[in-house]
């Protein structure tokens, strides 16, 4: 009877439990191939956009440094005599001897293209010396470009020949501050129009003259550039020519003698009425 009645429970056991399982289909390979895998965490970041950076192009150099010198033979510049070795040297001993950090090899004479037998004269020089050096040379570079523009610049003056005495010693201090420049300087003389004022007298044009001359000769080195051009109490023109750079006083009275010099085009052109 026992065991009659664990048969049974071991069949109701296994109809419930075991049965349904394995009357269920099993899955085929092709759908677990297909079975979707679960996607990687990934974390999305969003992409900045790259900005160019600024920087200065290259700088151009004449001269040629260290590793950029291509002969293996130099001559050597002497630090405390500036005059050429007789001698050459090799460009390896030379480099290999001298400080990199605080000196550099500089080649003074350009190349020779197609002489094989070219042996460049060289100096072995301080990094700050040499930036010094650059710095003076860019000052005095601007120093005449700035000369040059005061020399090619005109200023121009109209003044007429009534003027009043206090009127006209204002305006020849101005003329006397661009001669002083070394600018060029063109005065336009003319006559008041008809019934907007008196009209001057020959003397009082001729004291005009006299005063813008008189203010020409207090210049040093300061000339008639050309020569008072129309007629005296009408329409006329002077062309004035400041110091040059370094130039010493000049007779003024023994350059209106001469013929004046070839007048170049100015580069610029500034009117000033008075």
């Known amino acids: 009877m026992a065991s009659t009645h664990a048969t049974g429970t071991l069949q109701s056991l296994y109809r419930v439990f075991v049965l349904p399982a394995l009357s ?27 900005h160019a ?72 020089m301080g990094k700050k010396e ?29 003044l007429n020949w009534a003027i009043d005495g206090n009127d006209l010693g204002h305006r020849l201090e101005r003329v006397a501050e661009f001669l002083a420049e070394g600018r060029r300087v063109e005065i336009v003389l ?5 019934g907007r004022g008196r009209r001057a007298t020959q003397a009082e044009c001729e004291g005009v003259l006299k005063a813008i001359y008189g203010t020409v000769d207090a210049v040093p080195g300061a000339k008639e550039l050309k020569r008072l051009d129309g007629k005296v109490g009408g329409f006329a023109t002077l062309v004035l ?26 580069v610029t052109s500034t009117s000033i009425v008075l």
């Not at 679960?38 to 969003?46: I, K, L, N, V, Y």
């Not at 500036?82 to 090899?105: A, Y």
């Not at 003319?190 to 008809?194: M, N, R």
Request: charged share 35%; hydrophobic share 30%; aromatic share 4%.
């Open 24 to 50: 269920k289909p099993a899955p085929s390979r092709a759908r677990l191939r297909q079975a979707p895998r679960a996607a990687p965490d990934r974390r999305c970041f969003s992409a900045s956009p790259i």
């Open 53 to 124: 950076v600024k920087s200065r192009a290259p700088q151009e150099r004449a001269q040629k440094w260290d590793e950029e010198i291509r002969a293996q033979m130099l001559y050597l510049v002497d630090p405390v005599t500036g005059k050429r070795e007789e001698e050459p040297r090799t460009r390896f001993d030379i480099l290999s001897q001298m400080d990199r950090k605080t000196h550099r090899l500089i080649q003074l004479s350009p190349d020779e293209p197609g002489n094989r037998n070219f042996i460049p004269v060289c100096k072995v």
């Open 130 to 158: 040499q930036y010094e050096a650059e710095q003076k040379a860019k000052k005095a570079s601007k120093e005449r470009k700035a000369e040059s523009v005061k020399v090619n610049s005109v200023k121009t003056l109209e």
């Open 190 to 194: 003319a006559a008041k129009k008809k």
């Open 241 to 266: 020519q400041g110091r040059a750079s370094g130039q010493g006083k000049e007779s003024d009275a023994s350059l209106r003698d001469t013929p004046p010099p070839h007048v170049v085009e100015p």
